[in-house]
């Protein structure tokens, strides 16, 4: 019997319903597209997180098994990541989202206690591959503190902030009736309340005393069984943090004062030592200067040497400005080791997990506010071991990425290779200590690569392959301009103050390993790669003037050329005839009226640069300032290989580059490559005099509304105007698209501040400029939705269409651009380089480029350049285009194959330009290419070369689409796209029928809307927060082999055998006590506790409960199969010796068988 699949009339009814609204399609383009078998099915789909990586953002608390090796930080946001050896990663998250405060590990079971800020704590479960919550109990009455758990004790103490202490089962998660008030604690010790509890800790040499500290200076050891307090120490300073000596017999208290008292436990009246470990100790014998407080305290001995007292906190007052330092006092010696960050927690790892043995510490995980550091005890000097997880994400905040999947096989070798001789030096020679955990069984058959920019300039490529994350090379654009050494020194000419050298746009070619990235100050690089070093003497500039005026074209006195002779349509120019040539590089050059002109935004380095195997600078790019005008934010870049071309877009128009030639094909605005098939009514710019500001985003009608009400968000991804009260209301929508793409645009009325003070003398020229600059940086920072919830709080309200208002729009922005070869012409029959380009208000051109075919013509004679107008038009700004083939297939790009660019030229390979497998050709009346586009708001599928549209799909009506792209599947090709509203969509190429959507992530922050991008293989990814990459799936067979392709954190492992007690500490009675917990706060004895103080909320079952298990076979056999193994060999010895007491005792037998006989017969007598 054939199963029934409800999710494929789904499927059906949705096609359907989807294709009332599509545009008719010719007769012609339906007969085509029957033909074309689409393979890609709903069932092909399933969305999914897969790993989280990078540092826990904003950690609140730290926790380590000795045993297991297991690392554990809690987030101020209810997030939990478990951390093994280097691969082995894990994320929870509590569905409350309070602040972890405390994390305790059942050491060696595989469970977890977590304590969170709202009185709640949870046990997890570690033995499943998806660690899952098993029991909560939420505290109705009292506020958490301190938790404490004894080792291999299933009784958890619990401190309260009204000072009591509490003691919860972790098997049932129950609460015992046993409980230790605070008046009982203190009695007459103190007349006020002692303040909250802040330590709990056992005796390790007697589980029957407890130390209880209050945060007013008072510590009281109190006796379990007897239910009263032995001793109590007093201290006028406030208590931070209590550590044991390993006998029982001291124990340290650091203190709010920076002084550290240590205590005898059976004396006290008074401290055995009071020590200031950074205060200035007078010379009179008076009391030392207090100092900052002692945060922590840890007390570690050894079995050979001076012990361990390492601490947090407690510097001089007077070293203002100081970074956070940990300090190691070891003997006479005490070190002080400077922290990049503040330090939220640190912990000792030692080789016991007994606290009754001798500790011997042997490193020290140091949890910092943005980073994890490990310092080797064991060495001299203490260094740090070499981290192996991807913490350093947010090294410098990141602003853009990119997810390529299924990238070619040598190019993650070729960047290692280059990338380890980046590795700093001087870390620790022994192994990463956190080392628990094992791999996942299951690994993905293609190679994933993920790269990063960043605020300063860098650039980083990840190896994301197989479920894990690995830095493989660095990047620093900055190095190609000159830093400024003070504000002072800072060009005036800069459009940010902030990061000037911040990476916008990236696009990278894996095949040829060319790079182009774009910049915040409106520059371009290309860079390829080298095995070699070289030294460039100096660094190839071409400067761009892009300027976008309609009717007059106002050229400075001396300024540089115009684009002002531009080819028309169907026409080819020739670069050296009527476009404008690359400027030289000058300092400062202001035009006759005061304002700057033909000024780039960054100076270039002029010293030599050496350039280390890598990526190398091929060329450098800077658009100028026009007639005191910074020049605008670039919104598209695409390079290519095969053409040796690089083309980038903003608000005032298209630039094409040859970067082999090293010179301008193209520069023109998207109005002139309408020519005369523009479909917008656009008005001519009235005298600069009397013009509205050319930032080109306002309505030049309004002249008495607000700059708020004038002026359109600097949107990148949309050219729509704000002249209507619907766009007024959405203004935060257009603010959220530009924070993807970083599109900076003056304010207006700093625009006409410039020009109203022209004539004025420099310094307040420059003043001004300066204040444009801090807006323009204002513009630049990222914005989170909380402060846009005023005007709005939800992204899902309707936009008005970008098409409404094209008549009053002024400016269009290049949002996308497409390299490809195929049939830009109705009359073409052959495939031929082209450039497509989509704009902000839904419109998409072409250009065909006449490419030299041999590498000798392509150095010597120009690309020639010729336009065929508008091709296809669409809702909302273009976002993506791809090309398939006659049969649907994704055409791959054209790229040219790597080779070395830097040997010698006898030893280097012919460029071979590369194709795809078959290059389509068209016979007349047929199509045999199809071009997709995607905007913000529909999709649509373009027969070539007639230019007929065979699907029409609107993706969204009440949000717009923030990121799409067309990715290869298994099993076919689809586009994806993620909305503003939190969908996840996919369609199928080419009918664009809906195969996904589940509403998975509702946009809360910008980030994610910068960050998040889909990738080949079902792959996606978004910076979840400032410092983690959040990986997603939404392939349905990635999901299936998630269980296997993931580590395991718990693994069986013996836990070491307790310490020995010794002939004499036995037989005396020395040594550890031990104590009855079950017989002393169990229900029989101690009785119930209160209803009303705690409620019990059990855990997650059903399925996760069933995964939980099914996961943990693995772990159970393996413990099992030990388990048999050393019964096997205790049975193997108990058969030994048994059969060797049944000889002994047949000998015995014998011989009392032959004395017998031997006296049978004899009298008495005669013995």
């Known amino acids: 019997m054939k199963k029934f699949n409800i999710r494929k009339v789904l499927d059906g009814l949705t096609a359907s319903s989807s294709s009332s609204s599509a545009a008719a399609s010719p007769p012609s383009g339906s007969r085509e597209n029957d033909m074309i078998q689409e393979t890609l099915q709903s069932e092909h789909f399933q969305l999914c997180k897969t790993l989280r990586h990078g540092f826990p953002y904003q950690p609140s608390s730290m926790a380590f098994d000795p045993v297991q090796k297991i690392l554990a930080i809690g987030t101020q946001n209810g997030a939990l990541r478990l951390f093994g050896r280097a691969g082995v990663e894990c994320y929870c998250q509590h569905e409350s989202g309070s602040a972890v405060i405390q994390l305790e590990f059942l050491v060696n079971e595989g469970a977890l206690v977590s304590a969170l800020a709202d009185d709640s704590i949870h046990l997890w479960n570690l033995r499943q591959k998806i660690p899952a919550i098993l029991h909560s109990l939420k505290f109705n009455r009292e506020r958490i503190t301190f938790c404490h758990l004894p080792f291999q004790s299933k009784w958890l103490y619990v401190g309260t902030e009204r000072g009591n202490i509490h003691i919860v089962n972790v098997e049932s998660f129950t609460l015992s009736g046993y409980v230790i008030m605070w008046n009982k604690a203190i009695e007459l010790s103190s007349k006020s309340h002692p303040g909250p509890v802040v330590h709990i800790s056992d005796n390790p040499m007697d589980e029957g005393k407890l130390l209880i500290g209050f945060e007013c200076g008072i510590v009281v050891l109190w006796d379990l069984k007897s239910k009263k307090a032995d001793y109590r120490y007093n201290y006028d300073e406030a208590i931070h943090s209590v550590a044991w000596h390993h006998e029982g017999k001291q124990f340290v208290c650091s203190h709010s004062d920076g002084t550290l008292t240590t205590w005898n436990v059976r004396i006290p009246a008074k401290p055995a030592q009071i020590i200031t470990p950074h205060g200035k100790q007078p010379k009179d014998g008076k009391k030392p200067e207090p100092c900052k407080p002692i945060l922590k305290v840890e007390y570690k001995t050894t079995r050979v040497g001076e012990p361990f007292m390492i601490l947090c906190g407690g510097l001089s007052y007077d070293t203002v400005g100081r970074r956070a330092c940990l300090t190691v006092m070891h003997g006479k010696s005490t070190a002080v080791l400077e922290m990049d960050y503040s330090i939220v927690d640190f912990l000792t790892l030692c080789e016991t997990p ?163 990235v774009a910049g915040v100050s409106a520059h371009v690089i290309v860079y390829r790669f080298s095995k070699q070093e070289v030294t460039t003497e100096e660094v190839q500039l071409l400067e761009v003037r892009m300027q976008c005026e309609l009717n007059e074209v106002e050229s400075p006195e001396g300024g540089g050329e115009q684009a002002s002779a531009v080819s028309t349509p169907g026409t080819s120019s020739s670069p050296q005839t009527s476009l404008p040539q690359s400027h030289p590089s000058t300092s400062s050059n202001n035009s006759s009226d005061g304002l700057r002109d033909n000024v780039p935004c960054l100076k270039v380095r002029s010293s030599p640069l050496k350039q280390s195997p890598g990526y190398q600078v091929e060329l450098l790019i800077q658009l100028v300032w026009v007639s005191g005008e910074p020049p605008q934010q670039i919104t598209s870049l695409a390079v290519n290989s095969a053409y040796g071309l690089v083309a980038f877009g903003n608000g005032n128009g298209l630039a094409v580059v040859d970067y082999l030639q090293k010179t301008l094909l193209l520069n023109m605005s998207t109005a002139e490559l309408y020519g005369s098939t523009d479909p917008h009514h656009r008005q001519p710019r009235s005298p600069r005099k009397a013009r509205q500001p050319s930032a080109g985003f306002c309505d030049g009608n309004d002249a008495s509304a607000t700059p708020e009400e004038r002026c359109k968000s600097p949107t990148s991804g949309s050219g729509s105007p704000c002249n209507s009260d619907e766009d007024s209301k959405h203004k935060f929508i257009d603010r959220a698209k530009i924070s993807r793409k970083i599109n900076m645009i003056a304010d207006q009325k700093d625009e006409r501040r410039v020009r109203r003070h022209c004539s004025l003398p420099i310094k307040k020229q420059q003043s001004c400029v300066k204040e444009m600059k801090r807006k323009h940086a204002a513009s630049f920072r990222e914005t989170s939705l909380c402060d846009l919830n005023a005007r709005d709080n939800s992204f899902s309200r309707s936009r008005s269409s970008s098409v409404t208002s094209i008549d009053r729009e002024s400016r269009e922005v290049v949002s996308s651009l497409y390299f490809c070869d195929s049939l830009s012409k109705k009359s073409e029959t052959l495939a031929v380089p082209s450039l497509w380009v989509g704009t902000s208000l839904g419109g998409m051109m072409a250009i065909t480029l006449s490419v030299p075919s041999t590498p000798e013509q392509r150095m010597q004679q120009p690309v020639a350049v010729s336009f065929c107008g508008s091709v296809v038009r669409l809702k909302g700004g273009i976002l993506r285009m791809a090309q398939l083939d006659a049969s649907g297939t994704l055409l791959p790009h054209v790229y040219e194959p790597w080779y070395e660019p830097n040997a010698p030229e006898e030893e280097r390979e012919p460029p071979r330009r590369r194709r795809p497998t078959s290059p389509p050709s068209s016979q007349e009346n047929q199509d045999c290419q199809y071009i997709v586009v995607c905007s913000e708001k529909q999709a649509k599928v373009v027969a070539l070369p007639s230019q007929n549209f065979i699907y029409e799909h609107n993706i969204t009506e009440a949000s717009f689409v923030l990121r799409a792209d067309v990715v290869t599947m298994t099993s076919g090709v689809g586009l994806a796209c993620f909305c503003a509203n939190g969908h996840i969509m996919t369609l199928s190429l080419p009918s664009l029928r809906p195969l996904l959507d589940v509403n998975y992530l509702p946009l809360t922050d910008m980030r994610i809307a910068r960050t998040f991008c889909f990738s080949n293989q079902g792959q996606a990814m978004y910076l979840t927060s400032p410092t983690e990459i959040q990986r997603i799936t939404y392939s349905q067979e990635t999901c299936d082999n998630l269980q296997e392709m993931l580590g395991e954190l718990f693994t069986p492992v013996e836990t070491p055998e307790a310490p020995n007690r010794g002939f004499f500490k036995g037989l005396f009675g020395g040594g550890a006590q031990s104590l009855d917990r079950e017989d002393l706060f169990g229900e029989v004895t101690a009785g119930k506790a209160s209803r009303s103080l705690a409620q019990h909320i059990p855990g997650p079952g059903g399925m996760e409960g069933m995964k939980g298990a099914a996961s943990g076979v693995v772990g159970e056999l393996a413990r099992a199969r030990i388990a048999l193994d050393e019964r096997g060999q205790k049975l193997g010895e108990l058969e030994e010796r048994t059969a060797a007491m049944m000889s002994s005792a047949d000998s015995f037998s014998k011989h009392a068988h032959d004395i017998m006989l031997k006296y049978k017969d004899k009298k008495w007598y005669q013995l």
Not at 380 to 389: A, K, V
Not at 449 to 460: E, M, Q
């Open 354 to 516: 007994y606290p009754n043995d001798f500790q011997e510490p042997y490193a020290v995980v140091v949890l910092l506010e943005k980073d994890l550091v490990v310092i080797d005890l064991a060495q001299i000097g203490y260094p740090i071991f070499e981290n192996p997880y991807p913490l350093s994400i947010h090294e410098s905040p990141v602003t853009c990425c990119e997810y390529y999947a299924d990238c070619p096989a040598e190019i993650i070798p070729a960047l290692y290779s280059v990338g380890s001789k980046q590795k700093r030096q001087g870390f620790s020679k022994k192994e990463w200590p956190i080392s628990g955990g094992n791999w996942g069984q299951g690994t993905l058959s293609f190679s994933e690569i993920i790269v990063t920019g960043h605020a300063d300039g860098s650039i980083k490529f990840w190896d994301s392959s197989a479920l894990m994350l690995q830095v493989l090379y660095k990047l620093k654009t900055a190095k190609v301009f000159e830093k400024p050494r003070s504000k002072e020194e800072k060009s005036t000419t800069d459009i940010v103050d902030e990061d000037p050298f911040a990476i916008q746009i990236l696009s990278w070619c894996p095949e040829s390993r060319v790079l182009c």
